[in-house]
Protein backbone atom coordinates (compact mmCIF):
# COMPACT_ATOMS: atom_id res chain seq x y z
CA UNK A 1 0.00 0.00 0.00
CA UNK A 2 1.36 3.22 -0.64
CA UNK A 3 1.27 6.51 1.40
CA UNK A 4 0.04 10.18 0.36
CA UNK A 5 3.68 12.34 -1.24
CA UNK A 6 4.10 15.60 -0.36
CA UNK A 7 3.92 17.69 -4.18
CA UNK A 8 6.79 18.84 -5.50
CA UNK A 9 7.29 22.67 -4.09
CA UNK A 10 6.81 25.69 -6.49
CA UNK A 11 8.53 28.57 -4.75
CA UNK A 12 6.35 30.84 -2.80
CA UNK A 13 3.24 30.46 -5.09
CA UNK A 14 2.66 26.77 -4.27
CA UNK A 15 -0.97 25.60 -2.78
CA UNK A 16 0.44 25.37 0.81
CA UNK A 17 1.61 29.15 1.24
CA UNK A 18 -1.08 30.68 -1.23
CA UNK A 19 -3.36 28.67 1.42
CA UNK A 20 -1.13 29.41 4.63
CA UNK A 21 -1.28 33.04 3.36
CA UNK A 22 -5.36 33.01 2.77
CA UNK A 23 -5.80 31.54 6.39
CA UNK A 24 -3.31 34.59 7.86
CA UNK A 25 -5.68 37.04 6.46
CA UNK A 26 -8.67 35.00 7.38
CA UNK A 27 -7.30 35.46 10.89
CA UNK A 28 -6.40 39.05 11.18
CA UNK A 29 -9.76 39.98 10.07
CA UNK A 30 -11.33 38.42 12.51
CA UNK A 31 -9.26 39.56 14.86
CA UNK A 32 -9.88 43.28 13.57
CA UNK A 33 -13.58 42.80 13.50
CA UNK A 34 -13.96 41.33 16.63
CA UNK A 35 -11.66 43.89 18.26
CA UNK A 36 -14.01 45.45 20.56
CA UNK A 37 -14.69 42.35 22.64
CA UNK A 38 -10.91 41.91 22.77
CA UNK A 39 -10.96 45.41 24.61
CA UNK A 40 -13.58 44.44 26.59
CA UNK A 41 -12.25 41.45 27.94
CA UNK A 42 -9.07 43.27 28.74
CA UNK A 43 -10.44 45.64 31.13
CA UNK A 44 -12.43 42.56 32.73
CA UNK A 45 -9.23 41.00 33.66
CA UNK A 46 -8.61 43.28 36.24
CA UNK A 47 -11.50 42.40 37.92
CA UNK A 48 -11.19 38.09 37.56
CA UNK A 49 -9.51 36.77 40.51
CA UNK A 50 -6.24 35.16 38.27
CA UNK A 51 -5.81 31.98 40.36
CA UNK A 52 -9.24 30.96 38.74
CA UNK A 53 -7.87 31.71 35.01
CA UNK A 54 -5.35 29.94 35.48
CA UNK A 55 -7.26 26.89 36.45
CA UNK A 56 -9.41 27.68 33.12
CA UNK A 57 -6.47 27.50 31.25
CA UNK A 58 -5.38 24.52 32.59
CA UNK A 59 -8.95 22.57 31.71
CA UNK A 60 -8.74 24.22 28.42
CA UNK A 61 -5.35 23.42 27.87
CA UNK A 62 -6.50 19.26 29.41
CA UNK A 63 -9.15 19.07 26.32
CA UNK A 64 -6.31 19.40 24.18
CA UNK A 65 -4.44 16.48 25.51
CA UNK A 66 -7.42 14.59 25.84
CA UNK A 67 -8.37 14.74 21.98
CA UNK A 68 -4.49 13.56 21.50
CA UNK A 69 -4.99 10.85 23.95
CA UNK A 70 -7.68 9.92 21.99
CA UNK A 71 -6.07 9.91 18.41
CA UNK A 72 -3.15 7.77 20.03
CA UNK A 73 -5.18 5.69 21.47
CA UNK A 74 -7.27 4.80 18.66
CA UNK A 75 -3.92 4.31 16.19
CA UNK A 76 -1.77 2.12 18.90
CA UNK A 77 -3.93 -0.13 20.74
CA UNK A 78 -6.48 -1.33 17.77
CA UNK A 79 -4.47 -2.67 15.34
CA UNK A 80 -0.49 -2.35 16.36
CA UNK A 81 1.63 0.83 17.60
CA UNK A 82 3.05 3.61 14.92
CA UNK A 83 5.76 6.10 14.86
CA UNK A 84 3.38 8.95 15.82
CA UNK A 85 3.81 10.07 19.28
CA UNK A 86 1.89 11.44 21.94
CA UNK A 87 3.20 15.37 21.51
CA UNK A 88 2.82 14.82 17.87
CA UNK A 89 -1.05 14.40 18.15
CA UNK A 90 -1.38 16.85 20.96
CA UNK A 91 0.40 19.81 18.16
CA UNK A 92 -2.16 18.11 15.53
CA UNK A 93 -5.51 18.62 17.72
CA UNK A 94 -4.67 22.27 17.91
CA UNK A 95 -4.04 22.92 14.37
CA UNK A 96 -6.88 20.50 13.89
CA UNK A 97 -9.27 22.79 15.88
CA UNK A 98 -7.40 25.75 13.98
CA UNK A 99 -8.26 24.70 10.70
CA UNK A 100 -12.16 23.62 11.74
CA UNK A 101 -12.17 27.75 12.87
CA UNK A 102 -11.08 29.42 10.02
CA UNK A 103 -12.89 26.99 7.54
CA UNK A 104 -16.50 25.88 8.22
CA UNK A 105 -16.70 22.96 6.68
CA UNK A 106 -18.53 20.65 9.64
CA UNK A 107 -15.45 19.24 10.84
CA UNK A 108 -14.50 17.74 7.26
CA UNK A 109 -11.78 20.31 6.80
CA UNK A 110 -9.65 19.19 10.07
CA UNK A 111 -10.35 15.61 9.91
CA UNK A 112 -8.70 15.23 6.07
CA UNK A 113 -5.94 17.54 7.09
CA UNK A 114 -5.35 14.83 10.09
CA UNK A 115 -5.90 11.80 7.21
CA UNK A 116 -2.80 13.79 5.29
CA UNK A 117 -0.38 14.25 7.88
CA UNK A 118 -0.91 10.42 9.37
CA UNK A 119 -0.47 9.42 5.62
CA UNK A 120 2.66 11.95 5.02
CA UNK A 121 3.84 10.01 8.60
CA UNK A 122 3.93 6.84 7.53
CA UNK A 123 0.19 5.66 8.48
CA UNK A 124 -1.45 3.66 6.06
CA UNK A 125 -4.55 4.63 4.60
CA UNK A 126 -6.69 1.68 6.17
CA UNK A 127 -5.12 3.01 9.77
CA UNK A 128 -5.71 6.60 9.17
CA UNK A 129 -9.29 6.10 7.98
CA UNK A 130 -10.04 3.67 10.59
CA UNK A 131 -8.81 6.05 13.25
CA UNK A 132 -10.87 8.99 11.95
CA UNK A 133 -14.07 6.76 11.53
CA UNK A 134 -14.04 5.56 15.07
CA UNK A 135 -13.50 8.92 16.49
CA UNK A 136 -16.22 10.38 15.22
CA UNK A 137 -18.63 7.47 15.95
CA UNK A 138 -17.41 7.56 19.47
CA UNK A 139 -18.10 11.54 19.41
CA UNK A 140 -21.33 10.97 17.91
CA UNK A 141 -22.06 8.36 20.61
CA UNK A 142 -21.09 11.02 23.63
CA UNK A 143 -23.07 13.57 22.04
CA UNK A 144 -25.80 11.02 21.93
CA UNK A 145 -25.60 10.65 26.00
CA UNK A 146 -24.96 14.15 26.60
CA UNK A 147 -28.65 15.38 24.59
CA UNK A 148 -30.55 13.13 26.62
CA UNK A 149 -28.65 12.75 30.16
CA UNK A 150 -28.07 16.69 30.68
CA UNK A 151 -31.97 17.87 29.97
CA UNK A 152 -33.15 14.87 32.39
CA UNK A 153 -30.42 15.94 35.01
CA UNK A 154 -31.39 19.90 34.37
CA UNK A 155 -35.18 19.12 34.83
CA UNK A 156 -34.33 17.05 37.89
CA UNK A 157 -32.77 19.52 39.98
CA UNK A 158 -34.25 22.33 38.84
CA UNK A 159 -38.04 20.86 38.90
CA UNK A 160 -39.38 23.67 36.30
CA UNK A 161 -40.52 23.15 32.51
CA UNK A 162 -38.01 23.25 29.63
CA UNK A 163 -38.77 26.32 27.00
CA UNK A 164 -40.27 25.04 23.53
CA UNK A 165 -37.16 26.70 22.14
CA UNK A 166 -34.86 23.94 24.34
CA UNK A 167 -36.50 21.45 22.98
CA UNK A 168 -36.21 21.80 19.48
CA UNK A 169 -32.59 22.94 20.28
CA UNK A 170 -32.64 18.67 21.89
CA UNK A 171 -34.26 16.93 19.27
CA UNK A 172 -32.42 19.19 16.16
CA UNK A 173 -29.14 17.54 17.83
CA UNK A 174 -30.30 14.13 18.47
CA UNK A 175 -31.47 14.02 14.69
CA UNK A 176 -28.20 15.71 13.57
CA UNK A 177 -25.85 13.29 15.26
CA UNK A 178 -27.67 10.84 14.43
CA UNK A 179 -27.74 11.80 10.82
CA UNK A 180 -23.79 12.55 10.87
CA UNK A 181 -23.24 8.68 12.19
CA UNK A 182 -25.63 7.50 9.27
CA UNK A 183 -23.05 9.47 6.90
CA UNK A 184 -20.04 8.16 8.59
CA UNK A 185 -21.42 4.88 8.60
CA UNK A 186 -22.30 4.86 4.89
CA UNK A 187 -19.11 6.35 3.77
CA UNK A 188 -17.29 4.07 5.57
CA UNK A 189 -17.87 1.42 3.34
CA UNK A 190 -15.58 0.29 1.10
CA UNK A 191 -17.40 0.51 -2.15
CA UNK A 192 -19.32 3.74 -1.26
CA UNK A 193 -15.70 5.68 -0.17
CA UNK A 194 -14.11 4.19 -3.30
CA UNK A 195 -16.92 5.64 -5.39
CA UNK A 196 -16.80 8.72 -3.35
CA UNK A 197 -13.31 9.43 -3.77
CA UNK A 198 -13.60 8.54 -7.57
CA UNK A 199 -16.18 11.44 -7.60
CA UNK A 200 -13.57 13.82 -5.80
CA UNK A 201 -10.82 13.16 -7.78
CA UNK A 202 -12.08 14.93 -10.78
CA UNK A 203 -11.70 18.10 -9.35
CA UNK A 204 -8.38 18.90 -10.15
CA UNK A 205 -6.80 20.57 -7.48
CA UNK A 206 -8.15 17.84 -5.10
CA UNK A 207 -6.37 15.05 -7.80
CA UNK A 208 -3.06 16.04 -6.59
CA UNK A 209 -3.55 15.20 -3.34
CA UNK A 210 -5.43 11.83 -3.44
CA UNK A 211 -4.03 9.95 -6.27
CA UNK A 212 -0.72 8.88 -4.25
CA UNK A 213 -3.35 7.30 -1.44
CA UNK A 214 -4.96 3.77 -1.86
CA UNK A 215 -8.31 4.37 -1.65
CA UNK A 216 -9.75 0.93 -3.56
CA UNK A 217 -11.55 -1.09 -2.27
CA UNK A 218 -8.95 -3.68 -1.37
CA UNK A 219 -7.38 -0.43 0.33
CA UNK A 220 -9.81 0.08 3.16
CA UNK A 221 -10.25 -1.18 6.60
CA UNK A 222 -10.89 -5.05 6.33
CA UNK A 223 -13.28 -5.47 8.80
CA UNK A 224 -15.81 -2.95 7.25
CA UNK A 225 -15.82 -5.82 4.47
CA UNK A 226 -18.47 -7.61 6.44
CA UNK A 227 -19.43 -6.19 9.60
CA UNK A 228 -19.69 -2.38 8.67
CA UNK A 229 -18.48 0.24 11.16
CA UNK A 230 -20.86 -1.06 14.25
CA UNK A 231 -19.41 -4.26 13.80
CA UNK A 232 -15.99 -3.14 14.71
CA UNK A 233 -17.10 -0.91 17.39
CA UNK A 234 -19.01 -4.08 18.73
CA UNK A 235 -15.64 -5.61 18.22
CA UNK A 236 -13.81 -3.89 20.33
CA UNK A 237 -16.35 -2.83 22.95
CA UNK A 238 -13.57 -2.20 26.01
CA UNK A 239 -11.79 0.46 23.38
CA UNK A 240 -14.47 1.84 22.46
CA UNK A 241 -16.34 2.28 25.70
CA UNK A 242 -12.69 4.23 26.61
CA UNK A 243 -13.21 6.17 23.80
CA UNK A 244 -16.60 7.49 24.17
CA UNK A 245 -15.10 8.20 28.16
CA UNK A 246 -12.63 10.23 26.78
CA UNK A 247 -14.88 11.89 24.23
CA UNK A 248 -17.00 12.66 27.48
CA UNK A 249 -13.92 13.66 29.55
CA UNK A 250 -13.38 16.69 26.87
CA UNK A 251 -17.11 18.29 26.99
CA UNK A 252 -16.65 18.15 30.61
CA UNK A 253 -13.53 19.60 30.47
CA UNK A 254 -14.88 22.28 28.38
CA UNK A 255 -17.91 23.09 30.98
CA UNK A 256 -15.42 22.94 33.86
CA UNK A 257 -13.36 25.95 32.09
CA UNK A 258 -16.41 27.58 32.25
CA UNK A 259 -17.27 26.83 35.76
CA UNK A 260 -13.55 27.99 36.77
CA UNK A 261 -14.19 31.35 35.32
CA UNK A 262 -17.23 32.20 36.62
CA UNK A 263 -15.79 31.49 39.95
CA UNK A 264 -12.92 33.53 39.03
CA UNK A 265 -15.84 36.19 38.55
CA UNK A 266 -16.97 35.53 42.17
CA UNK A 267 -20.63 33.92 40.60
CA UNK A 268 -21.64 30.48 42.17
CA UNK A 269 -23.75 28.75 39.25
CA UNK A 270 -24.83 24.89 39.70
CA UNK A 271 -22.37 22.77 37.29
CA UNK A 272 -25.33 20.90 35.41
CA UNK A 273 -26.67 24.91 34.47
CA UNK A 274 -23.08 25.22 32.86
CA UNK A 275 -22.91 21.66 31.04
CA UNK A 276 -26.61 21.88 29.45
CA UNK A 277 -26.05 25.69 28.52
CA UNK A 278 -22.66 24.86 26.83
CA UNK A 279 -24.69 21.69 25.20
CA UNK A 280 -27.29 23.65 23.81
CA UNK A 281 -24.61 26.10 22.61
CA UNK A 282 -22.57 23.45 20.74
CA UNK A 283 -25.53 22.00 19.04
CA UNK A 284 -26.41 25.34 17.96
CA UNK A 285 -23.20 26.29 16.51
CA UNK A 286 -22.95 22.97 14.98
CA UNK A 287 -23.83 24.24 11.48
CA UNK A 288 -20.93 25.47 9.52
CA UNK A 289 -22.54 28.88 8.93
CA UNK A 290 -19.41 31.03 9.86
CA UNK A 291 -15.84 30.33 10.62
CA UNK A 292 -15.64 28.95 14.43
CA UNK A 293 -19.30 29.73 14.50
CA UNK A 294 -18.45 33.53 15.06
CA UNK A 295 -21.02 35.54 16.82
CA UNK A 296 -23.71 32.78 16.74
CA UNK A 297 -21.61 30.81 18.93
CA UNK A 298 -21.56 34.24 21.47
CA UNK A 299 -25.02 35.05 20.98
CA UNK A 300 -26.38 31.07 21.52
CA UNK A 301 -24.18 30.75 24.87
CA UNK A 302 -25.32 34.10 26.26
CA UNK A 303 -28.87 33.74 25.51
CA UNK A 304 -29.19 30.06 27.03
CA UNK A 305 -27.56 31.37 30.39
CA UNK A 306 -29.51 34.24 30.39
CA UNK A 307 -32.80 31.93 30.03
CA UNK A 308 -31.68 29.69 32.67
CA UNK A 309 -31.39 32.53 34.94
CA UNK A 310 -28.15 34.07 34.82
CA UNK A 311 -27.90 37.56 34.69
CA UNK A 312 -26.89 38.84 31.45
CA UNK A 313 -23.72 40.96 32.13
CA UNK A 314 -22.34 37.76 33.33
CA UNK A 315 -23.56 35.52 30.92
CA UNK A 316 -21.65 37.79 28.10
CA UNK A 317 -18.50 38.30 30.22
CA UNK A 318 -18.14 34.43 30.72
CA UNK A 319 -19.08 33.84 27.06
CA UNK A 320 -16.29 36.33 26.01
CA UNK A 321 -13.39 34.69 28.18
CA UNK A 322 -14.46 31.55 27.05
CA UNK A 323 -13.95 32.58 23.48
CA UNK A 324 -10.49 33.54 24.10
CA UNK A 325 -9.31 29.96 25.67
CA UNK A 326 -11.31 27.95 22.96
CA UNK A 327 -11.43 29.94 19.98
CA UNK A 328 -8.99 32.58 19.91
CA UNK A 329 -6.29 30.56 22.05
CA UNK A 330 -6.23 27.83 19.84
CA UNK A 331 -6.61 30.30 16.44
CA UNK A 332 -3.09 31.85 17.22
CA UNK A 333 -1.30 28.51 18.48
CA UNK A 334 -2.96 26.75 15.54
CA UNK A 335 -1.05 29.30 13.06
CA UNK A 336 1.79 29.09 14.98
CA UNK A 337 2.07 25.19 14.75
CA UNK A 338 0.76 24.98 11.13
CA UNK A 339 3.48 25.28 9.40
CA UNK A 340 5.69 23.57 12.25
CA UNK A 341 3.74 20.39 11.81
CA UNK A 342 3.80 20.59 8.10
CA UNK A 343 7.64 20.78 7.82
CA UNK A 344 8.22 18.14 10.65
CA UNK A 345 6.16 15.58 8.70
CA UNK A 346 8.23 15.97 5.27
Known amino acids: MTTAKRPASKGIFSWSNVIFLILCCGVFYFVVH ?61 VIVFINQIVPSGGIGGNGFLFGELSKRGVTSKKAFFTIIMECLCLYVALGILIIALPLLYLGSHHGMLPHLFWIVIVFGLLLYGALATVVTILSNKNTLHHVIKKISRIKFLKRYLEDIDFSPEGTFPEYDVKGPWGVFLKYKTQSLVVIAGQLGVFFADSFTIFALLHGLHVHVAYIVIAFGLLLTFITAALPISPGALLVYEGAMTFFYTSMGMPFQTALIVTLLFRVLSFWAPIVLGLILYKNVQTASD
Not at 57 to 62: R, T
Not at 63 to 85: D, E, H, I, P
Open 34 to 94: DFTELKTINTLFEKVDGRWIAVAIIAQALTYLSTATLYYFLLNKFKGKTSVTLADFFKLSI
